[in-house]
Structures are given as C-alpha cells and as structure tokens.
T-cell receptor, first 114, second 111 residues
Framework: KAGVTQTPRYLIKTRGQQVTLSCSPI?????VSWYQQTPGQGLQFLFE???????NKGNFPGRFSGRQFSNSRSEMNVSTLELGDSALYLC?????????????FGPGTRLTVT | DAKTTQPPSMDCAEGRAANLPCNHS???????VYWYRQIHSQGPQYIIH???NNETNEMASLIITEDRKSSTLILPHATLRDTAVYYC????????????FGGGTRLMVKP
C-alpha cells in the first residue's frame, strides 16, 4: 500500500506570495492532518480534515487554510507569506475510525520564504 | 496543554537495548501514551501506543508504570538506523487526530 505523498517536496517563495501544498493520504484513510515544523517551535498542529470538514484547528493565523476533497486528498494554503512561514510542512493520514492518535506521515514539503 | 517530559538526548551502543524514559505525571485516566520517532529529514513515524498495560510490537516495547505517571520505550536491539528524535505524546482517544509534540529525545546509536 502506498504511503502518504506530498507535493511539491521543495518550494521557494517570496514574501507576500501565496502557496498551495498538496497531500494524498494512504488509500482508505479519511482523516488528514497538517503540521508545521520549525527549528524554533518544533512540530505544531495546524488543522485536521475528515470527510471534507475541518474537525480540529491549531493556533495559527487565518492566513493558513486548508480543504479536503471527496477523494480525501487535501490541500493547505498559506497567503501573504512571511519569512517566519519557512518550515517543513507535514501531512499525516489516519483511518480515524476511533479517532486514535495513530497517524502516518508523509515526507513533508520544505517551504523557504525569501 | 498536555505535556510530557523527556531527556533531550541519549546515547546507546549498537546492539544494546535503548531505554527511553518519559514522564507524564499529570496524565488523565483516559489519555493514551503514544510514541513516534523522526529520522532526520523524514516525517515522524508511529511506533507504539498504550493506555495501562505494557505493549509490544515488532518495533518496540512500551512499559507504563502502574500509576501511569511515566513510561519507557524499549528498542531491544538498537541499530544505527534507530538514530532519531523520539517523541512521547499524551492524547485522548477522542481528541481527533491532533497530536501535541514536545521536544523529544534525540537518540544517538553509536557503533
């Protein structure tokens, strides 16, 4: 079974631009969560989607948004990029049948904002 | 904010058991303990989880104290490929898929 895939793997943007990152979960997984990882703040939860609905949201500004499609694929968008948005963005999927914490992470998208 | 306390770093000799401690003294009765690891430049990898009883799978064993205030992840025969940051996480089973990661323990397995 294929793992979680994320595209693109690397991205360079300039301040003020916007960016869209994509995540394809493991086949059959209906929950997709997004995390941001930076050297200073570590791994931080952004949001979770299940059946196209946002189920949980972390403490991030409204510039960070996401959505999930009917095939469970998910995208996250960051508008008006700031230098501090440079990070590794990780997507994780799970069956979410019992809302367990057992998640499967993708390799991440490394975003650099200049 | 659910917190756990882990030593920032540990060393282990290749082939020996790696015992990674985690303190979660304020854990609630229905909070699970999860362990993940993150090898450099990769996404975190689920290892194991438990509630009260000790658990074992093909990767590791999880020992939870009777009072549930601490736990130990055991890698029985550490290899160089086990060098990673190991995260101990508390999570309610109905909290959705929202994990709160702390600083973790950087395990260095040495030849």
């Amino acid at each position: 079974k294929a793992g979680v895939t994320q595209t693109p793997r690397y991205l360079i943007k300039t301040r003020g631009q916007q960016v869209t990152l994509s995540c394809s979960p493991i086949s059959g997984h209906r929950s997709v969560s997004w995390y941001q990882q930076t050297p200073g703040q570590g791994l931080q939860f952004l949001f979770e989607y299940f059946s196209e609905t946002q189920r949980n949201k972390g403490n991030f500004p409204g510039r960070f948004s996401g959505r999930q499609f009917s095939n469970s694929r998910s995208e996250m968008n960051v508008s008006t990029l700031e230098l501090g948005d440079s990070a590794l963005y990780l997507c994780a999927s799970s069956l979410a049948q019992r809302r367990t914490g057992e998640q499967y992470f993708g390799p991440g998208t490394r975003l650099t904002v200049t | 904010d659910a917190k756990t306390t882990q030593p920032p770093s540990m060393d282990c000799a290749e082939g020996r058991a790696a015992n990674l401690p985690c303190n979660h003294s304020t854990i609630s009765g229905n909070e699970y303990v999860y362990w993940y690891r993150q090898i450099h430049s990769q996404g975190p990898q689920y290892i194991i989880h438990g509630l009260k009883n000790n658990e074992t799978n093909e990767m590791a064993s999880l020992i939870i104290t009777e009072d549930r205030k601490s736990s130990t992840l055991i890698l029985p025969h550490a290899t160089l490929r086990d060098t990673a940051v190991y995260y101990c996480i508390r999570s309610f089973n109905n909290a959705g898929n929202m994990l709160t990661f702390g600083g973790g323990t950087r395990l260095m397995v040495k030849p």
